[in-house]
């Protein structure tokens, strides 16, 4: 290795969702420093939510990503409903478990087949890619077809749906209207099972994260739109206990905040929810996951897209469950009278744990906002994950080891933003 400052830089990567940079400083030969650096300006979403009625949370919170609407959307409803003293009726409840069923697969297949996929078989993207596996590639955007077509009929809408609202939803379907929609996730949980065999085959190297897990569980189901907050290290605690152990702050290289669970770095998403919550599962679910030799956790960030895949069947298994169990609600919403007081809700995002906080005044109106996605709390994580990989290969030339910390990002699928390009690399060797 020279002893000259060095520089590595991929401007436009165009497999993660966002804009960033990744600065690696080596000194006499050693690994000094690691910073994931966001440098998009805030978008001041708690901010512009003050002042706002209850009701617009749900819709406005939506537009914070395009992938990912309906997490922002039933966080943000169940924050509301729980300021408000409201319960929603078992029959919305499951309606909104459908809708958000199809949010998983859309948003998992879309990263398992379109962005992740190309690293394990040696592509630049998913268009090289196609070139030579069309039918693989097909048969992803089918089954992602087959999560969009769920949640733009029970949501109006695959992007920003518009049919959920506080309370319920604005309508709702027969059961003899989801007759079409089962039929085609029928055919779905074929693709989403030769998808399961078809990334367990994939190479993984060696990588065994050590950070606690955080995610929600629920008795009774692989929990999706509520639960309880479970952990790998000591015991649960209710969803409005969460700002007492996640707390945020700012670092000097990165525009978005960073969050700790009780000081220490955590991970959510699926190897959390995953490991937290295996014997959940449903049995084909189950099955598939044993099959591509997933034992009850999973701490290898490289085989996420494996449980990833999984979840993809658990989704439209239990997306065909609350079909076939539907009771059409007696009424589509119910009202949600604004009252005085602090709401917290909670949900499991395809990425991972999403928390929103609303103060409510007497008037009906938002006092203040907290927001605590995904990405800010596995920012730690993520840094950490690359400290590791890059002492482990610091005889890799700069290209391949560019190219390596790249894949460690794209394991957790961080939505920096809604757009799609990612990682400027400042590698400093001296």
């Not at 959510?268 to 919550?277: F, H």
């Not at 469950?321 to 909670?346: C, M, T």
Request: glycine share 6%; charged share 20%; with cysteine.
């Amino acid at each position: 290795m020279t002893s000259a400052d060095r520089t590595l830089r991929v401007g436009t990567l165009t497999r993660v969702e966002g804009e960033g940079a990744l600065n690696v400083t080596l000194k006499d030969g050693a690994l000094e420093s690691v910073e994931l650096n966001i440098y998009e300006p805030p978008r001041f979403f708690e901010a512009f939510l003050r002042g706002r009625a209850h009701t617009e949370p749900p819709d406005l919170t939506a537009r914070i990503c395009g992938i990912c609407p309906v997490a922002y959307q039933l966080s943000a409803c169940n924050a509301i409903e729980d300021a408000c003293g409201v319960q929603i009726d078992d029959e919305i409840v499951a309606l909104r478990r459908l809708l958000y069923c199809g949010e998983w697969i859309h948003s998992h297949v879309l990263h398992i087949y379109l962005l992740h996929a190309p690293d394990f078989l040696g592509y630049p993207d998913i268009v090289s890619m196609a070139r030579e596996h069309r039918a693989v590639v097909e048969r992803g955007l089918e089954l992602k077809k087959a999560g969009n077509r769920l949640m733009e009929f029970v949501g109006g809408r695959a992007i920003h749906p518009i049919n959920l609202r506080l309370g319920g939803f604005y309508s709702v379907p027969t059961r003899f209207e989801l007759e079409p929609i089962a039929e085609e996730l029928r055919r779905a949980l074929d693709h989403a099972l030769a998808t399961v065999e078809w990334v367990s085959g994939f190479e993984f190297p060696d990588l065994e994260l050590d950070h606690e897990l955080l995610a929600l569980s629920a008795s009774d189901q692989y929990a999706i739109e509520n639960g309880t907050i479970a952990r790998s290290s000591g015991p649960p605690f209710p969803v409005a206990d969460f700002m007492q152990h996640v707390v945020e702050s700012q670092v000097p290289h990165s525009t978005a905040l960073h969050a700790t669970l009780d000081g220490g770095r955590h991970l959510t998403g699926p190897l959390a929810r995953y490991s937290l919550n295996s014997s959940s599962l449903s049995p084909v679910a189950a099955q598939a996951a044993r099959r591509a030799g997933l034992s009850a956790q999973c701490r290898n960030p490289f085989r996420s897209i494996i449980v990833r895949a999984v979840e993809v069947v658990y989704a439209i298994e239990e997306a065909l469950r609350l079909i076939d169990e539907y009771q059409r609600p007696s009424r589509p919403f119910i009202d949600v009278p604004a009252r005085a007081g602090v709401g917290h809700g909670v949900s499991e995002a395809p990425r991972g744990l999403l928390y929103h906080r609303y103060h409510i005044g007497a008037e009906g109106q938002v006092t203040a906002a907290t927001i605590i996605p995904p990405t800010s709390q596995n920012q730690a994580a993520i840094e950490a994950d690359l400290h590791k990989v890059i002492s482990d290969h610091l005889n890799l030339e700069d290209a391949a080891l560019t190219a390596l910390c790249e894949r460690v990002i794209r394991n957790y699928d961080p939505c920096i933003s809604c757009s799609t390009h990612f990682l400027t690399v400042t590698v400093r060797r001296t």
